[in-house]
């Protein structure tokens, strides 16, 4: 159950990212729950609801029962092709431009697969966990742009491999570039903020730490606890459709 916002939690917030030189931003699956995306953890509902995330975002469950796996992003990229970017996204947006019209750095920093980051308008977006509206093949990773949504899966047109979504499954290195550019972002960060996360997904979640460690305000916006929560500058707990735009008002 989410406890009222302490206005001086918002408050100080507020007055941190308004000053801030350097503002780094980690966002999670909560952000996207408003726009009727499920959460990674609540992802596996009806037919899924049999599988645990962790049990199919994997190279192994692929390689086991690809049609599955296949079908179950099939599923989630048909249901992100059909939602809109929620408060939370466009707060984030507004929030970038008022920091580079005052000459700061903003970098948002995501482990969502859905895309509604870039949807909403946001400039630079680094996927940590790549994006499920992309497809690749699964030996060589050749792109694919087209496919036979018939076949489950689809065969790559280059190399005849199975094609796969682009996203990082458990088990998988993440890009080195996205992976490198988040955590030089965290540390020099003067105000970090993390948001929709439940902060257990490594190594995502080690970033919020080390902007601390590197002497960063961190921002905690999620209706629960998770281990951020404790170490966390403020906490402002409640949804990020309610709280982003208020954090984000001039
Ligand atoms: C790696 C893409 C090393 C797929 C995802 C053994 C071997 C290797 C690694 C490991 C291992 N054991 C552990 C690990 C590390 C592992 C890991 O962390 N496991 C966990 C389960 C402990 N990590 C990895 O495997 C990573 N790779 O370490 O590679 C390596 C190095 C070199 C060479 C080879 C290997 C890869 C991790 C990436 C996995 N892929 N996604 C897909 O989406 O299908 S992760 C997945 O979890 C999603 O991306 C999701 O974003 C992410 C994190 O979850 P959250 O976003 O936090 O979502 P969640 O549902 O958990 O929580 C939602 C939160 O929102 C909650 O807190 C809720 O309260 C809040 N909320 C709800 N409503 C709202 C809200 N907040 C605000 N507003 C609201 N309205």
Redesign the pocket.
């Known amino acids: 159950m989410a406890h009222p916002t302490p206005p001086p939690d918002l408050a100080a917030a507020r007055a941190a990212l308004s000053r801030a030189r350097s503002i780094a931003v980690l966002t999670?699956?909560?952000?996207s729950?408003?726009s009727g995306v499920p959460?990674?953890?609540?992802a596996l509902t009806g037919l899924w609801s049999r599988f645990r995330?962790?049990d199919l975002?994997t190279p192994e469950a692929f390689s086991a029962d690809p049609a599955t796996v296949w079908s179950w992003?099939a599923d989630r990229r048909a249901r992100v092709a059909s939602v809109q970017p929620n408060a939370?996204h466009h707060a984030l947006v507004a929030m970038e431009r008022a920091a580079h019209a005052r000459g700061a750095a903003f970098t948002l920093v995501t482990?969502?697969?859905d895309g509604l980051h870039q949807a909403a308008g946001s400039g630079t977006v680094i996927e940590l966990?790549?994006n499920?509206r992309r497809v690749k093949c699964f030996d060589r990773h050749h792109p694919a742009v087209t496919w036979d949504e018939r076949e489950t899966p689809p065969r790559c047109t280059q190399c005849a491999s199975l094609l796969r979504p682009d996203?990082?499954?458990?088990?998988?290195?993440?890009p080195q570039a996205a992976l490198d550019a988040a955590c030089a972002a965290a540390g020099a960060a003067q105000v970090f903020l993390s948001?929709?996360?439940?902060?257990?997904?490594?190594?995502?979640?080690s970033l919020p730490f080390a902007a601390l460690q590197a002497g960063a305000c961190v921002i905690e916006?999620?209706?629960?606890p998770?281990p951020l929560t404790a170490h966390a500058t403020w906490v402002l707990a409640g949804?990020?459709?309610a709280i982003m735009p208020v954090l984000a008002a001039p």
Request: charged fraction near 10%; aromatic fraction near 8%; hydrophobic fraction near 45%.
């Open positions: 999670g699956a909560g952000i729950a408003e959460t990674f953890r609540d995330p962790e975002a992003y939370g482990q969502n697969v966990h790549g499920l996203v990082v499954w458990f088990g998988e290195a993440l948001i929709g996360t439940s902060t257990l997904v490594e190594p995502a979640a916006v999620n209706p629960a998770t949804p990020a459709a």
